[in-house]
């Protein structure tokens, strides 16, 4: 399914960026927007470094986060040219990792994010960041309750400056 979409937009969809993120990231675009002006670059692999160990070959695989991808359009080309490559039995993400890093040589532009393990406070979060991650099921806490970790995200987001929030139920 990814690279049918991957497809999809790269032929219908004018862009210069493709950023795909997870249901459990937040992403504030307006400080995406400036962090990729200030990059000043073309070619764009990026997102959270990670290396993975694939288990049945035992081979290392750098590879940039599937919870917040980023790629150009020039880079996504490549990964499209080169889909034979794709092994459908791999992550999506460590299979992107595989073409453009390892195959293809284009190193991976790391994209810091802020993670969170639990229900943040409003101290605890970076406001000059243009990603958060919180995956609260990892941590034995329901996911229905990342609706108030996205609320609170975002009122210190809009809020900058603002240091205590009252939630009303």
Known sequence: K????????????EFDYLVRIVTSTYLDVNLLY???????????????????TDKTTNRDINFASGANLIL?????KI??????????????DVNIGNI??????????QFDMQKFKNYPFLK?????SFQYRFRLDLYN???????LVFEIIHF?????????????I
């Open 2 to 13: 990814v690279l049918k979409t991957f497809s999809w937009v790269y032929a219908n969809i």
């Open 34 to 52: 400036k962090h990729l002006n200030e990059l000043n670059q073309k070619s764009i692999y990026g997102g959270d470094k990670i290396l993975y």
């Open 72 to 76: 150009s359009r020039d880079v996504l």
């Open 79 to 92: 990964l499209l040219d080169n889909k034979k490559s794709w092994d459908h039995n791999q992550y999506d």
């Open 100 to 109: 453009l890093f390892e195959q293809q040589n284009i190193e991976i532009t």
């Open 124 to 128: 605890d979060i970076n406001n000059e």
């Open 141 to 147: 806490i329901p996911r229905f309750l990342e609706v």
């Open 156 to 168: 210190r987001v809009i809020n900058k400056n603002n240091t205590s929030f009252t939630y009303k």
